[in-house]
Structures are given as structure tokens and as C-alpha cells.
């Protein structure tokens, strides 16, 4: 979804470059910079690999990086999450797609406002880490009705529950990727359900009072408390 909200973004008549996502004769592509490489991040570089751009893929982790460059083939490009490759990649980009997430905690701000102010203008921000925060300092949520803003010349989308734009579909998805959760919850217990799956168990952030999730500890200042123990105690 991401790289159909920047292709349009990018249309000159919402303030964009102008640039088509998949070259045509004579017609560089654009150049697409996806920082994060889950999920969201992967299906993103899929679409925008599939609409012929240039993509590179940055991450803070290098087995995932791995990963999608090998479901994606050579065509994606691969780089360590550094900040001096993150501003020289701001710089050229016609469409940055931010898919960061740190679970339980706010996204980091990956973008500066002066990266901002050093990129192409009419160049693109996709925020999907919104909901997070924002990877982009001078990103702010915004709607389905009034969805982009301008920020030095850098088209800004920044949509929160941007998969409300798709709602029916979206429920399926997340019915289809839960129900197996909340059967093992129902069928065996809490403790039972959480000690024998230990993804089940990291979604786990407040147990009895204690919270067992580090992120969210470290973000209220409270003491964190392994979920494995807070289920046994």
C-alpha cells in the first residue's frame, strides 16, 4: 500500500516531482529508500521492485536484511542502518518509505528536519511508523481526508491507521493471524499458552502489576520482570 499512497504523492498535482515509479524509455526510474526490513518493509520494496524503481532497504539488523534480500532477489539493494548512510540516501531519494518499528516503544527518529530540508524537493515521505511516533522529525499524523503536508518542499504522508483505508481486507488479516492465538489462550490457559510459546509470551507487557515488556518499562521508568517469571511467581 505504501508505495501506491508515494507514486501518487509523487503526481505533480499533489506537490510531488513529477517522477514515475517504473522507468519508461529514455526515463531513469525513481529511487526509493525503505528503512525497515519487517514486514511492512519487505512487502513495501516488493510493490515498489514491482513498479520498476530503484530500491534500497535499510536496517538496524542484518539476518532480516538477509532475509528480504533473498526473497527479493538482486534487485533490492541492502544497507547497515548508519546515520551517514540514512542522510546520503535522504539526499537522493524521489520516495522515502518509513516501516521502523521497535515494539512497546516510540520510533526512533531516523530522519532529521535537516535531512528534510537537503531532499529533492517534491521528494516524498510515506510515514507508516506514524502510529509510533514517526521516523521523521518533522513528520505529525494526520487523516484519510486531509492526509499530506509540506515540509521544506518534501511532500509528507503521514496517515495514522493508514490500513483503515482498507478496512475489510485488513480485518481478515488480522483475524486470520490472531485466531490461532486466542484459540491456544482459550483451549490451555494463560500461563499454559504463554510458557509454551515464546512469541505468544512476548506480546505479554503487564502480568499481576508487573510489566513484562522491557520496551514499555523502559518508557514509564518502571521495573521490567521477564514474562516468564511474572507467569511463575
Known sequence: MAPQVGAH?????NSGRGVLLGGVAGVPPADVLILGSG???TNAALIALGMGANVIMAGHHLDPLRRASAQLGPHLRTVFSVPQAIETLCRRADLIIGAVLV?????PKLISAAMVKAMKPGA?????SIDQGGCAETSRPTTHSDPTFV???VVH???TNMRGAVSRTSTFALSSATSPFVLALAEKGLRT????DPHLADG????????THRAVAEALNLPYVPAVQALHD
Open 103 to 107: 515494539p512497546g516503544a516510540k520510533t
Open 124 to 128: 516524498v515521505i510515506v510515514d507508516v
Open 193 to 196: 499458552a504463554l510458557t509454551e
Open 9 to 13: 504523492c509523487l503526481e505533480k498535482e
Open 151 to 153: 515540509v521544506d518542499g
Open 39 to 41: 514486514v511492512v518493509g
Open 204 to 211: 505479554l507487557n503487564i502480568h499481576d502489576g508487573m510489566v
Open 157 to 159: 504522508y503521514c496517515v
